[in-house]
T-cell receptor
Framework: GAGVSQSPSNKVTEKGKDVELRCDPI?????LYWYRQSLGQGLEFLIY????????KSGLPSDRFSAERTGGSVSTLTIQRTQQEDSAVYLC?????????????FGPGTRLTVL | GNSVTQMEGPVTLSEEAFLTINCTYT??????LFWYVQYPGEGLQLLLK?????DKGSNKGFEATYRKETTSFHLEKGSVQVSDSAVYFC?????????????FGQGTILTVHP
C-alpha cells in the first residue's frame, strides 16, 4: 500500500513569505507527527495529532508555525513570515496510534529553503 | 526532559568489520527505544526497537539491547556490508503523556568501504 506522502518535495521561498507544507498519512493511521531536520538542531519534534483530540503543539518553535489536520487525514503545516532559520527538511510521520510502542512511518520530507 | 546522546561520527569501516554505535538516554518513566536509519536518497525508516528493559531488538543483522541500569541502547552488527552505509538515529518515546513523540539523537553517519 501507499506510504506517507508529502508535497512539495522542495520549496524555495523568499524571506517573509508564507508557505504551506502538506502531508498525506497512511490510510487508517490515527496519529500524525511533524518533525524538522536541520543541520544545527538535528531531528526535532514539532506537533502531533491523534484522532479528534487537541493537538500537542509543544514543539512548535514560534507562533509563526501552525498546523491543522482536516477530517482526521491530511495535514498542513503553515509557516508564516518565513525566516532563514526556518530552512530545513520537514518530515511527516504517521502511526496506528499515539503511544510509545507503535512504529512511525515517515514520509520523504519537504526541503524548505528560505532565501 | 528526555534526551538521547549518540557517539560522534562519522564512522568509516571496511566491509565485514564489527560495528558499534553507542547510544545513551535520559528519560522519565519507562521509555521505548528505537533505532531509525536513513539510507542515501531515502526516507527515515525503523530499523529495530525495544519497549522494555532487557529486551533485544534485532533486524537485518543489527541488534540492540535495552539496558536500564546503564540507560543505554547501543547498536551492533557483527559484519557490516557496503549497503549498510547510511545515517543511524537512536530515539526514544518517553512514558506518561508523550503520546509517541520521538526524541532523537544527533545521528551517526556510517560509511562502509569494500
Amino acid at each position: 500500500g501507499a506510504g506517507v506522502s508529502q508535497s512539495p518535495s522542495n520549496k524555495v521561498t523568499e524571506k517573509g513569505k508564507d508557505v504551506e507544507l502538506r502531508c498525506d498519512p497512511i490510510s487508517g493511521h490515527t496519529a500524525l507527527y511533524w518533525y524538522r531536520q536541520s543541520l544545527g538542531q538535528g531531528l526535532e519534534f514539532l506537533i502531533y495529532f491523534q484522532g479528534n483530540s487537541a493537538p500537542d503543539k509543544s514543539g512548535l518553535p514560534s507562533d509563526r508555525f501552525s498546523a491543522e489536520r482536516t477530517g482526521g487525514s491530511v495535514s498542513t503545516l503553515t509557516i508564516q513570515r518565513t525566516q532563514q532559520e526556518d530552512s530545513a527538511v520537514y518530515l511527516c510521520a504517521s502511526s496506528l496510534g499515539a503511544n510509545d510502542f507503535n512504529e512511525q512511518f515517515f514520509g520523504p520530507g519537504t526541503r524548505l529553503t528560505v532565501l | 526532559g528526555n534526551s538521547v546522546t549518540q557517539m560522534e561520527g562519522p564512522v568509516t569501516l571496511s566491509e565485514e568489520a564489527f560495528l558499534t554505535i553507542n547510544c545513551t538516554y535520559t528519560a522519565t518513566g519507562y521509555p521505548s527505544l528505537f533505532w531509525y536509519v536513513q539510507y542515501p536518497g531515502e526516507g527515515l525508516q525503523l530499523l529495530l526497537k525495544a519497549t522494555k528493559a532487557d529486551d533485544k531488538g534485532s533486524n537485518k543483522g543489527f541488534e540492540a539491547t535495552y539496558r536500564k541500569e546503564t540507560t543505554s541502547f547501543h547498536l551492533e552488527k557483527g559484519s557490516v556490508q557496503v549497503s549498510d552505509s547510511a545515517v543511524y538515529f537512536c530515539a526514544l518515546s518517553g512514558g506518561g503523556t508523550s503520546y509517541g513523540k520521538l526524541t532523537f539523537g544527533q545521528g551517526t553517519i556510517l560509511t562502509v568501504h569494500p
